[in-house]
């Protein structure tokens, strides 16, 4: 399981010069802080490889894509990150509240639950990671023909100097995105 920060917090170390750079949703929450484009995370919904959802799921031809239309779900019970997870306004855009059976405090959980097949999840692109995914029960369908996507962006502390060494590892951390 990956040991992660809220978005909040790691603005709040970022303000406090607790921490040098941090990858962060964009828009940020403080409007003080310096950021650069990283890129565009697709979004998916995560859901039990046994749910009948998946048989109104379509193929893109053109791009082999599997993705299912909002609307064809919209009446599916969620499991959505708590508040202080950037990816639960993304998702809070997309669902009513009645339909939300579940928030949970990490990406992790939220997989659990939906592997159990008690809701679909909203799940970033870079949480899927391919070791894990075949062990789980789940499939990733893009949401929409041309996907959801969220922009992310290196953070930076205000009024401050960037070393070398961070600047290095933003390089290197954007040729791996």
């Known amino acids: 399981m990956r040991n992660t920060l809220n978005p909040q917090t790691l603005e709040d170390y970022l303000l406090r010069q607790v921490i040098d750079v941090a990858l962060l949703t964009y828009p940020l929450i403080t409007k003080k802080l310096p950021t650069e484009d ?14 009948p959802v998946l048989k109104r799921a ?24 708590s ?10 855009n997309q669902v009513g509240s009645q339909h939300v059976i579940q928030k949970t405090q990490n990406p992790e959980t939220s997989i659990r639950l939906a592997e159990q097949g008690l809701g679909l999840a909203f799940m970033a692109g870079s949480y899927i990671h391919p070791v894990y995914n075949g062990s789980y029960k789940l499939s990733y369908l893009s949401i929409g023909r041309e996907g959801l996507y969220r922009k992310l962006v290196f953070a930076f502390p205000p009024n ?7 600047m290095a590892f933003v390089e290197m951390a954007s040729r791996l995105l």
């Open 38 to 51: 990283a890129y565009e995370e697709e979004v998916y919904l995560a859901v039990n490889r046994e749910s």
């Open 58 to 81: 379509m193929r893109d031809e053109e791009t082999g894509r599997s993705y299912i239309n909002f609307e064809d779900v919209m009446d599916e019970p969620f499991i959505l990150l």
């Open 83 to 92: 508040k202080g997870q950037r990816l639960v306004t993304l998702a809070e």
């Open 160 to 166: 401050t100097y960037r070393s070398k060494a961070t």
